[in-house]
């Protein structure tokens, strides 16, 4: 869903945020702090639509965290989608060891990222996020 080809830097993500999504869309993302922001562009390979769907699977209320716990026990990513599955998750592995790091000054070690991903609960955001994003690629689980 890239609707601009230009590369999200540091220094064009604004504009390229502004130009690209609708008005709902950036009030979500008024809720990533600066850290957070400069980690989603660090990563690489992000399209404008992914720091929406970042910011509403990090920062959803108690409602829609337990849709998101709901969606987690009853849906299933398609089989001919798993590959691209785990590799949307290893990218969010990615942004929220960045985002760690970046909070620490320092690198993570282990122990760090197991406790900051049981804090955010991570896995159940990253189901939310990739339903968001690519709600036509799970199916209910029998």
Known sequence: MILDETEITLENRDEVLRKNLTDKQ???IRKLSEQELNA???TGGI???DF???ARARYSDKKHYELAKRIDKNYRVKEEFFYEYRREQINWIAR???????NLKREANSR???????KYENGIAFKLFFCL???DRIERCR
């Open 133 to 135: 994003k690519y709600g």
């Open 96 to 102: 929220e060891k960045k985002l760690l790091e970046n």
């Open 112 to 118: 760090e990222l197991i406790q900051d991903f049981q």
């Open 26 to 28: 950036l009030r979500w």
């Open 52 to 54: 929406y769907f970042i």
């Open 40 to 42: 989603i562009v660090g």
């Open 47 to 49: 399209e404008p639509i």
